[in-house]
């Protein structure tokens, strides 16, 4: 079985350094906690680390001098050893407490920040990666912060600062000490650094192969009853082993490369370094401070090497953390496309009447899929956008609500371009039911309220009687307070559906989008959404998508799409009378066939070109073949669309 995502890039060089400028930032915002969080676990290393073992090299050197030690002039190093250990906890404590505070506060501004930034999307952005894949990514980039915190704190800050003061203490008792030191750290750092940044690669497919395994897994779940209606357990068990044991390989690899690359050069330097230390401090050892100096001289060397070889160490666990976090940045390289305007106009439509101008659209990366449409709603008009599976009618609704922006023209609501408008304003007119109502994994209540948060129980058991869900709620577990699953699995389709009308109802807009919205209701259930919706329409101007003629036949008037163009309009009469495209459509569905000459008729040149902007013959509006399958899932060469199931006078 094949993999069912590309295998991308690792992030790029900028994708780490705005994950580094976003961790930066963070730390600047929390300023007043990150400085004691940085420092203060440093300045307790200084007294553990090289404060303590200075004293302690003090009284060697004491006891040499004078042939051993009594009580009395050791007590003061002993008692000043142990105010230094105690002195440094308490500082490494009061250091923790801030550094707890700066991880904890910095990972919630990160979590939020990061679905913000994700919010903010336009939505074929989402058609175009995994919900698992982002949700490690948006996670990690928040969880990765403490790591990388960390790291700087410990490792870094904690090791460098405490170097510093080191140094300063070597260069009392001889400066070539320092000299010796300070050259052989240097030339490590310059020999590891090439390995390193070979490695770097190695990690980068590591992560990236991670991201695929939760990706997968996450698919798979969301999909498990399709998984086991097609008997595919074992080829989906088949493709998660292969993934995983790919991840395993990758690991392995940056490990290894690690340990046997990078850590046998760092391993000898650090032993010539002490080495040479010793040395140093022998040759140059001035009379009466040769053991006191030889002790500093191998105490501090020793923590010295060992900063040297945690270099690895301290470079994975950043590269690791930024990696992961870079993993998420990448999607913010590139922006949203569809934004507000810089200064936005307020709200004031002078009616819900909808103009489209001269309207050119074109999916990414195709040709044009609308070549200056222009269509008229006037408020209050209620009308049907019928024809052809991939003629541009979905496309047209998701135009109206900015999920995507026009290349060319203008769409008006009151004389007002939406493109000026807050996509927020906008989309507040307007009740949209999609095709396959989204449902969230929350109470049957929460899913209706989900359309108008601030909604009182009787509106919402309002709405739900109008678009008879009370029906079936009456028979749930818990009523209205059922989850109803993730994507409302434990509901039907027709449930799900009119769950989403009842959405539509409490949203109460001026404005409704129907696309295909009786699609999954069964013939009886039908009726009375129907009536439903009439109630619903009036008043309001609406356009309805629908394959299913029945449902649009009584609206004001009808529009018939075709490849991106208006080819009648009309009533339902009237477009009978006319005996066109319509007409044979309605002919089919009340139980003819279309014939070869009536499906040639349409495939005119130069509209070859669906919604999602593929050939017109292969590729209609949900990516399947037009020639398989249409917009409501059935086959249109084949059957009928829908059969007639209420006849209209």
């Known amino acids: 079985m094949g993999t069912t995502e590309t295998r991308g890039p690792a992030p790029g060089r900028s994708a780490v350094l705005l994950a580094l400028r976003h961790y930066g930032r963070e730390l600047l915002r929390l300023r007043r906690l990150a400085l004691p969080a940085l420092l203060l676990p440093a300045v307790g290393n200084i007294g553990i680390r090289y404060v303590a073992p200075l004293l302690i090299a003090k009284l060697a050197g004491q006891a040499a001098d004078e042939d051993g030690l009594t009580v009395g002039p050791a007590l003061p190093y002993v008692l000043g050893f142990g105010v230094t250990l105690l002195l440094a906890e308490a500082v490494w404590r009061v250091g923790q407490h801030c550094l707890n505070r700066v991880d904890a506060l910095g990972m919630e501004h990160l979590y939020v920040s990061g679905m913000d930034e994700l919010l903010a999307k336009d939505a074929a952005f989402f058609h175009d990666n995994f919900a698992g894949s982002l949700t490690k990514r948006v996670l990690s980039y928040g969880k990765r912060f403490e790591d990388f915190v960390d790291t700087v704190t410990y490792r870094i800050v904690g090791s460098l600062v405490p170097l510093l003061f080191g140094a300063v203490v070597l260069w009392s008792y001889e400066p070539m000490l320092v000299v010796g030191l300070f050259v052989m750290i240097a030339l490590t750092v310059v020999a590891a650094t090439p390995l390193i940044r070979r490695r770097q690669r190695l990690v980068n497919d590591r992560e990236a192969a991670i991201a695929r395994v939760s990706g997968h897994v996450a698919d798979s779940l969301m999909n498990m009853e399709t998984i086991r209606a097609f008997a595919a357990e074992r080829r989906e068990a088949a493709e998660h082993r292969s993934r995983v044991a790919d991840s395993r390989r990758l690991t392995l690899r940056s490990w290894d490369y690690g340990n046997l690359r990078v850590d046998t050069l760092i391993a000898p330097m650090s032993v010539l370094t002490n080495v040479l230390g010793l040395l140093v401090a022998i040759a140059f050892g001035g009379p009466g401070q040769g053991v006191e100096e030889v002790v500093v001289a191998f105490t501090y060397y020793s923590n010295a090497t060992q900063i040297m ?60 899929l609308f070549r200056g449409l222009g269509l008229d709603v006037p408020a209050g008009a209620r009308i049907g956008l019928v024809g052809r599976s991939g003629g541009g009618k979905t496309t047209l609704t998701r135009l109206l609500l900015r999920m995507s922006d026009i290349d060319h023209g203008r769409i008006l609501i009151g004389g007002q371009d939406i493109s000026r408008l807050r996509q927020s304003d906008l989309r507040s007119l307007i009740a949209y039911v999609p095709q396959e109502p989204a449902m969230f994994h929350r109470s049957l209540r929460d899913n209706i309220a989900f359309a108008r948060p601030g909604a009182t129980e009787e509106e919402i058991h309002a709405a739900a009687a109008a678009a008879h869900v009370t029906e079936f709620a009456e028979q749930l577990p818990d009523g209205f307070g059922t989850l109803v699953g993730e994507r409302g699995v434990k509901l039907s389709g027709g449930q799900r559906q009119r769950v989403a009308l009842a959405r539509a109802v409490l949203r109460d807009a001026p404005i409704l989008l129907l696309d295909e919205a009786t699609s999954a209701l069964d013939s009886e259930s039908e009726l009375l959404v129907q009536d439903a919706l009439w109630r619903l329409m009036d008043g309001r101007t609406a356009l309805v998508v629908a394959h299913r003629l029945s449902t649009v036949a009584g609206m004001d008037r009808l529009v018939v799409l075709d490849r991106g163009r208006v080819v009648e309009q009309g009533t339902h009469q009237e477009l009978l009378a006319t005996d066109g495209a319509y007409a044979r459509l309605w002919q089919h569905q009340s139980g003819g066939f279309l014939g070869e000459n009536d499906e040639s008729e349409n495939d005119e040149s130069g509209s070859d070109q669906p919604e999602n902007g593929e050939s017109g013959s292969d590729q209609p509006e949900n990516g399947e073949s037009e020639s398989n399958q249409p917009e409501n899932g059935e086959s249109e060469s084949n059957q009928p669309e829908v059969a007639l199931e209420r006849p209209v006078a």
């Not at 953390?321 to 106009?345: G, I, K, N, R």
């Open 309 to 368: 070889f945690e270099f690895n160490q301290i470079y994975r666990r950043l590269e690791s953390s930024m990696t992961e976090a870079a993993q998420f940045t990448e999607l913010l390289l590139d922006p949203p496309t569809v934004l507000d305007a810089d200064a936005p106009e307020p709200l004031a439509p002078r009616d819900t009447g909808i103009r489209f101008e001269a309207v050119t659209f074109a999916h990414t990366g195709t040709k044009p």
